[in-house]
């Protein structure tokens, strides 16, 4: 049964139909949430919100676009709302993970940085990774907050930049600047505090 089969009959009042568009969804919904709170108790919040915020608004749903962009668009409102004056640290890291080239338009450069510090073998090389990953937190939380939403978002590795461009309200062309303007911006920022020569693969 397809989503829109599935919004069909949540709209005629069987609440199994939209348990099941929950049960679907769920993962990308509270991603994207995370992605903009940073916190996982945050972002489970505001994906139930999210969910309850669709359901009320099911009515409105005309089709434009796939039931996931309608509700990845709710998912994000609602976490942007609930960051609102809040500080959160961020725990994205901002390298391209192997094999996004392609359809995302970006090259093929080491792993994410977030997952390197496993691969450190010494103590040192650990302290190394450990002091690389703050320096990447403080980095990106300082990026204007449209590159660093869309860095972060991108990252993840969980949506297309056309999802992205939904969530955002932002046309293809400006994501993809958006996430390369971030990268470079990152990467110049760690290149000037010396972590220019640090580069480990998997």
């Known amino acids: ?42 972002a489970e919040d505001a994906a139930q919100e999210a969910f309850l915020s669709a359901f009320r608004r099911l009515a409105s749903f005309r ?28 725990r994205h890291m901002i390298e391209p993970r192997r094999g996004d080239h392609g359809d995302h338009g970006y090259d093929d450069e080491s792993d994410s940085i977030g997952s390197i510090a496993a691969a450190a073998s010494t103590p040192e090389q650990q302290a190394a990774y450990q ?22 978002l991108a990252q993840s590795g969980d949506y297309s930049y056309d999802e992205i461009g939904a969530m955002l309200g932002a046309p293809l062309g400006t994501i993809k600047w958006r996430v390369s303007e971030a990268r470079r911006l990152v990467r110049s920022s760690l ?10 693969r998997r």
């Open 63 to 90: 089709g434009d676009a796939s039931f996931k962009t309608w509700l990845l668009t709710i998912a994000w409102h609602e976490a942007i709302n609930t960051r609102r004056g809040l500080r959160r640290m961020w």
């Open 131 to 152: 002091a690389l990953s703050r320096a990447i937190r403080r980095i990106i939380r300082g990026l204007p907050p449209k590159l660093r939403d869309t860095l972060l």
């Open 191 to 200: 290149r000037e505090e010396g972590f220019g020569d640090i580069a480990v």
């Open 1 to 42: 049964m397809t989503d829109a089969d599935l919004v069909a009959r949540a709209r005629e009042g069987d609440p199994a139909a939209f348990g099941e568009l929950v049960n679907r969804h769920r993962v990308a919904v509270y991603r994207a949430a995370l992605a903009a709170l940073g916190s996982h108790a945050e």
